[in-house]
């Protein structure tokens, strides 16, 4: 029937069937496992590689909603899976977002305050109230103070542990290791008298060495940026994250969730 048809209206045709697959994907996946979304910075009206504009992560948000999804915390998340908090139910999303760029205050902040999101913002504290383009402490305080915002570890000043490995002999390279996941967890609990447990690997390099690492320093789970969807059961130092720059909302943004769901 279909190859009876002009070409212009089979392209249609076929076009409205990815669109509808694409679009009620991620609801039949939802009991599967959650998709923790992982964003950088945020601007009003420029894209680029890390970051999106202020209209498609609202549009982002509304999608989620409209498809189902509930956000949660990801400290929820977690304990859920251990037993230790409410069950999840599979119709969660999780919203993180690395690094402590200014913009996470000045627009994602006030986002989230009207619509009451919960988000969990991944910090390295080096950067903190000393580079030009970083957060401060007195706004990572006033953001953990509302109730929205949990902040978690970044490593101290985001290495990339491959070059670091490269470069050090065994045994410095794992006190490199060390300081960095350690002095970043001391740092952050310090300034913000909150316990750190979880960390975002720089760059999503994660290794058993780096794992074994987080743990003697005192975390509790890892969490990666494969993309993919979380699930209970998987590696607790290895958790995939799903990166999200300027994905536009809509068929785009649904085939970024439908890609992740494909991924075991």
């Known amino acids: 029937m279909t190859a009876a048809l002009p ?5 249609k045709v076929t076009s409205c069937v990815v669109l ?6 991620p609801l039949r996946a939802l009991g599967e496992g959650v998709p923790i979304l992982a964003y950088h910075r945020f601007d009003p009206a420029r894209a680029g590689p890390t970051t999106t504009t202020v209209p498609v992560f609202e ?4 999608w989620l909603a409209a498809h189902g999804y509930t956000i949660v915390r990801l400290r929820d998340l977690f304990e859920g899976w251990q037993g230790r908090g409410p069950a999840v139910s599979g119709r969660e999303a999780v919203l993180t977002v690395d690094d402590g760029h200014e913009s996470v205050y000045t627009y994602l902040y006030p986002i989230i305050r009207q619509r009451h999101l919960p988000v969990t913002l991944f910090i390295y504290p080096s950067a903190i109230s000393n580079a030009p383009y970083a957060l401060t402490w007195e706004q990572l305080a006033e953001m953990e103070n509302s109730g929205l915002v949990d902040i978690q570890s970044h490593t101290f000043w985001h290495p990339d542990f491959r070059k670091e490995r490269a470069h050090r002999t065994p045994q410095d390279y794992r006190a490199f290791v060390d300081t960095q996941l350690s002095r970043s967890r ?8 909150k316990p750190v447990e979880m960390l975002a690997w720089p760059y999503g390099i994660v290794d058993p060495e780096l794992e074994a690492a987080a743990a003697r320093a005192g975390y509790i789970a890892g969490f990666a940026f494969s993309g993919g969807l979380a699930r ?3 590696d607790s130092f290895a958790i995939p994250r799903i990166p999200v720059a300027n994905q536009m909302p809509g068929a785009l ?3 970024l ?4 769901t494909s991924e075991k």
Do not use: I
Request: no cysteine; charged share 20%.
């Open 59 to 62: 549009r982002q948000l509304d």
């Open 253 to 255: 943004f649904a085939g």
């Open 20 to 25: 509808l697959l694409l679009l009620f994907a």
């Open 7 to 11: 070409t212009a209206t089979r392209h």
């Open 232 to 234: 209970p059961g998987t």
């Open 257 to 260: 969730l439908t890609e992740a």
């Open 186 to 193: 001391a740092v952050l609990e310090k300034r913000l008298g």
